[in-house]
């Protein structure tokens, strides 16, 4: 006697070694005895064997209709077997019976499990939505092959196109999409950034990032909803002084401009100048929540993003041939030996006479044009006329820098240029990626960009001890000590700053492009129109939670911001070396890598990528290196060293790969990572969004 028996949901079947009223021992094909219960024999039977019972019943099975079984189903619960003699036939053999109850168990759309062997029949509504469903994902799972056969054959389907940046950055591992690109990467063992590639998916490598950055951080867009420019306050009093802003070429966002007077005098007055949107602009309404989402401009070569509408910058700008508001910083020093006297800060009118661009000018203002050199033929009128005030900055800039690296400790260094990125041919406002890309050079101290970042850290430390004074909360950036992994840190206290030597440092002279110096202006206006009673007239008060909202909100964006605008450097930078037909570059070793690797940094271009070669090299070493393929999308670039350039027996200078604010030496040196993970099944969990390399903000 043999029998069919359920053993946690799976049907077996084997000869009656031994039974009870409870229990029977079995033997399976296998030779294996198993112990069943008598409630979970199902069937016994004489004829055919056991194995040959199951491979003809699993046959039979498939040809049962469940529909047609469930017509012929009773409407109470019934057992296999009276429903196998009710289908076949009233002498329904074992193997028939079987059968059946193989095929309920695989149709729970039409049948429920009432027990061992029992069913009842699914109510017909239930059935008709179950059989739509399975409708529904089997045209869901042609439609997946389809578009794997598709993407395999390097075609890419416009559903997919669509949703390229979701499926490689933030995967729904659930959606039809994604599963598409799942199966044609493993069908065609190919990496997915790679096979959509290869079916034409990305347009551009330009366009590829770009709109990557823009599904993470920008997916309504960059348009602003149409809002009205505050006009400024009308009661400001006019600003006896003849003021000069000095930026690049591409400037738009003018925050900050310069004044001097009494030059001759023995007292000379500094004036920092700030555009002052934070004095129509209020916290909580509709521009504050504009720039409160955005928390600052974002860069790239050729475009940006503005955190305020264009309308609001043009009005609040301190563009030339008008007096602006402004929150201004009067510093009174001696003339002769530059010491500061005293200090006050007024809300006023500013007359700009002229918007100076340092990219124009660095040529011609130099230390020794400063010092009455001739001047070159192109010398502007408005620049000679300003030749003594210049020169009076440059010396009382050299002054102040020389008094915080006394407090430093130590000279800061700057042996690396700032690069520049020009696209030619541009058809548009943004590029497309099909310009051409020139890179410049600019000596980082020279006397312009000296001038104008000293006057920006005596007004940002200046209003920074204000604020504490007063009892106003502000927004600070400190960094304890110049000591190894101490890094530069935002917060509401008023702590030192010693990467730049001050007792204190809030972010305030950038208003118009930087959320957190909105928010100190509006608090430094505080200051000033109230005096002692600022802290209770404040839009923040002490301790309050919105500001640490603020910083965290602001922290985390204004670094994505500044890792998209080093990826688009270092993906010019690629393209420039592609379009020059650059192949071997000279640089300097700043790390050995893992696995044979080693990171280096080319002398005259803003790159670092990995080579193979440079292994036991001292960091500074310095290697010609031969570049390899290189990888627009991915942002990578590989070398082989050809040779070294300096002594072997020299350690080099070590230094001149240092410089302030460098906060990693492997920034912007790896590929783009993506979500998308072919060897991860398919479920429900988050996808962590892709991450490009990227730069620290400034101190």
């Not at 053993?7 to 029977?24: H, N, P, Q, V």
């Not at 960009?449 to 400190?478: C, F, H, K």
């Not at 204190?504 to 129109?529: E, F, G, H, K, M």
């Not at 790969?657 to 030496?665: Q, S």
């Amino acid at each position: 006697m043999h029998a069919l028996f359920d053993d946690a949901g799976k049907f077996l079947a084997g000869r009656i070694l031994s039974e009870t009223d409870s229990s029977a021992q079995i033997e399976l094909d296998s030779g294996k005895r198993v112990k069943a219960k008598t409630a979970h024999i199902l069937l016994k039977f004489d004829q055919p064997a056991p194995a040959d019972l199951l491979t003809r019943a699993r046959e039979t099975a498939a040809t049962i209709d469940p529909a047609l079984a469930w017509e012929f189903a009773p409407e109470g619960e019934f057992g296999f077997a009276e429903l196998a003699r009710d289908y076949f036939s009233a002498s329904a053999p074992p193997v028939e019976q079987a059968a059946m109850l193989i095929a309920l168990f695989e149709a729970p759309h039409y049948f429920r499990r009432a027990g061992k062997g029992r069913f009842k029949k699914a109510p017909a509504d239930i059935v008709a939505q179950a059989l739509a469903a399975i409708e529904k994902k089997q045209q869901i799972q042609a439609q997946i092959d389809a578009w794997a056969q598709e993407l395999a054959a390097g075609q890419c389907p416009q559903a997919i196109r669509d949703q390229l940046y979701k499926i490689l950055f933030k995967p729904d591992k659930n959606a039809p999409e994604y599963k598409a690109v799942v199966e044609a990467s493993r069908s065609t063992h190919q990496a997915p950034l790679a096979l959509l590639q290869a079916a034409g998916a990305i347009d551009s490598p330009y366009e590829f990032h770009y709109r990557r950055f823009l599904f993470e951080f920008f997916p309504r867009g960059t348009g602003f909803a149409p809002v009205t420019a505050p006009e400024p306050p009308a009661d400001l009093p006019l600003a006896q002084v003849s003021a000069y802003s000095i930026d690049d070429s591409h400037t738009t966002e003018i925050d900050d401009a310069l004044s001097l007077q009494g030059l001759g005098s023995g007292q000379v007055t500094l004036g920092i100048h700030i555009a002052a949107p934070g004095l129509a602009i209020a916290p909580g309404d509709a521009l504050d929540q504009l720039g409160r989402a955005r928390l600052s401009t974002v860069y790239m070569p050729g475009n940006k993003i503005t955190m305020l509408p264009d309308a609001v910058v043009q009005t609040y700008t301190l563009d030339a041939g008008r007096a602006n508001p402004a929150v201004s910083l009067y510093v009174t020093y001696d003339e002769a030996t530059l010491q500061e006297i005293s200090s006050e800060t007024r809300l006023d009118r500013v007359p700009v006479d002229v918007n100076f661009r340092h990219d124009k000018l660095d040529h011609i203002v130099t230390a020794d044009w400063l010092a009455g050199g001739d001047s070159p033929a192109d010398t502007p009128q408005e620049l000679a006329a300003r030749r003594e005030e210049l020169a009076f900055l440059h010396r009382l800039a050299q002054h102040l820098k020389a008094g915080r690296e006394q407090v430093r400790g130590k000279p800061e260094t700057f042996n690396r240029p700032d690069y520049s990125f020009h696209l030619l041919d541009k058809k548009g406002d943004a590029p497309d990626g099909s310009e051409t890309v020139q890179i410049t050079t600019r000596r980082r101290g020279a006397p312009l960009d000296l001038i104008v970042a000293e006057a920006a850290i005596v007004a940002n430390s200046t209003w920074g001890q204000m604020l504490a004074a007063q009892g106003v909360p502000g927004i600070y950036r400190s960094q304890a000590s110049l000591a190894s992994g101490i890094k530069v840190r935002m917060g509401v206290k008023a702590l030192p700053h010693a990467g730049i030597g001050v007792k204190s440092y809030a972010w305030a002279t950038s208003p118009l492009r930087r959320y957190v110096d909105l928010v100190n202006q509006w608090q430094i206006i505080a200051c000033v129109r109230h005096g002692a009673t600022a802290a209770l007239a404040a839009p923040f008060k002490p301790r309050d939670a919105e500001l640490f909202a603020i910083i965290s909100s602001f922290d985390a964006a204004y670094s994505a911001y500044n890792g998209y605008q080093s990826a688009m450097e270092r993906y010019w930078t690629l393209v420039w070396l592609q379009q020059n037909g650059v192949t071997e570059l000279d640089a300097a070793v700043i790390r050995e890598g893992m696995g044979g690797d080693s990171l280096v940094r080319a002398d005259t271009l803003p790159l670092v990528f990995s080579v193979l070669g440079a292994q036991n090299l001292q960091r500074g070493a310095r290697v010609r290196v031969r570049l390899g393929d290189i990888d627009p999308i991915a942002l990578d670039v590989h070398g082989t060293v050809l040779a070294r350039l300096d002594d072997p027996l020299d350690p080099g200078d070590d230094a001149a790969l240092d410089d302030e604010g460098d906060d990693g030496e492997e920034a912007g040196a790896g590929a783009l990572a993506i979500a998308l993970d072919v060897d991860e099944p398919a479920g429900d969990a988050a996808a962590t969004p892709a991450s490009v390399p990227g730069s620290s903000p400034a101190p």
